[in-house]
């Protein structure tokens, strides 16, 4: 996943993905204009939903970003090697034998309960290296964290640690890019809950933030001092329901190219299963990509593709390596460009397309597409 291979000299793998990373510096200025005055953390888990951890880490630190946002300490580590300096948090739970790794290349822990903060506290304790945390309540994701009723003990704890800075406290919506608002209202009312134990105290909280994508766009109230946008960075609505109300730029573009042509008769069958039939005379083509670089299974016979600007429907099943494509009595020729996602003529395919042919979410069909498809970096 954090392999980020180019095309090798001497060979032209004709499937692809082009990012743009000035689409994704673009996106990155309307996503602080849309949250300011709170900040923007970037979310880059997952090889930066497909785009390329280390690239598009690159161009956000050079553009100015903050801090950058990951799950894994694999993923803080893989930026940490490429020479990124930006403050990372993981967000994710850590093991406590993964901390001292944590201390070592200054990456900010999520601290998600009372163990965790002692373990954290007795690492950099032995190691003499200080520990920047965020601490995390659970408002009603039910993953990770504390229950923002009983956050007190976290919070005394991480502040009774004298190896620890707190730098932030954060929390997780589970519905906010759902059209019906009531369950993320409930999970920002219980995050002041939380929060009251700064108010009590007459302290000044540390960096607080709640927001995804969902919640910056659709929940104003989530903002507070940073939010937390991961897909919505690369021009990707996380689903239908929320307003498309950024003027952002998506970053990819995944093509291929025709490799072979073939005229088929009424009656043919195409692909596994020989599920499809064809009722006439027509032109079929054959692209080389398949499930095995995610292109998902999951979408066969509803995907469509577009060669020479003009939209065809994917045949058959996708294969682990191989799709058909019917251009009726269209001419195609071997070579030819296909467009899996972007624009080609007039016609253009969302990711958000793909998601709802496979009848899954954005952010899956982009962490699907794997190291097989290279990734190519334009603007950088
Ligand atoms: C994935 C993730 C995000 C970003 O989610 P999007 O829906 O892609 O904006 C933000 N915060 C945390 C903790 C996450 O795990």
Known sequence: ?????????????????????????????????????????????ANAYGHGLVAVGRRLEAIGAEILGVAYLEEGLALRQAGIRLPILVT???????????????????????????????????????????????????????????????FDAAYAAEHLVVEGVFSHFA?????????????VERFHHALRWWVDRGRLPPVRHLANSGGLLQVPASHLDLVRPGILGFGVYPSD???????????????TRVSYFKVVRPGCRVGYGATWVSDRHERVVTLPVGYGDGYLRAMSGKA????????????????MDQVMVSVGADEAYNGDEAVLVGTGGAERIEVEDLARWAGTIPHEVLTAINTRVPRVHLGG
């Open 92 to 154: 994710g739970g850590l093991l406590d034998d993964q901390i001292p790794l944590f201390l070592q290349n200054h990456l900010q822990l999520c601290a998600s309960s009372v163990d965790k903060v002692r373990a954290i506290e007795a690492s950099a304790a032995a190691t003499g290296l200080l520990a920047r945390v965020h601490l995390k309540v659970d408002t009603g994701m039910g993953r990770i964290g504390v229950w923002w009723e009983h956050a007190a003990p976290l």
């Open 241 to 255: 329901d929320v307003p498309r109300s950024l003027a952002l730029r998506p970053a990819l573009r995944w093509t």
């Open 304 to 319: 469509q593709v577009l060669i020479r600007g003009r939209r065809y429907p994917v045949i058959g099943r996708i294969a």
């Open 175 to 187: 519905t906010a890019d759902e059209a019906d608002p009531g369950y993320a209202a409930l999970q």
């Open 1 to 45: 996943m954090l392999h980020e291979p180019t095309i090798a000299p001497g060979t032209d793998r004709p499937t692809r993905l082009t990012v743009d990373l000035s689409a994704i510096a673009h996106n990155f200025a309307i996503l602080n204009a849309a949250a300011s005055p709170a900040r923007v953390m970037p979310i880059l888990k």
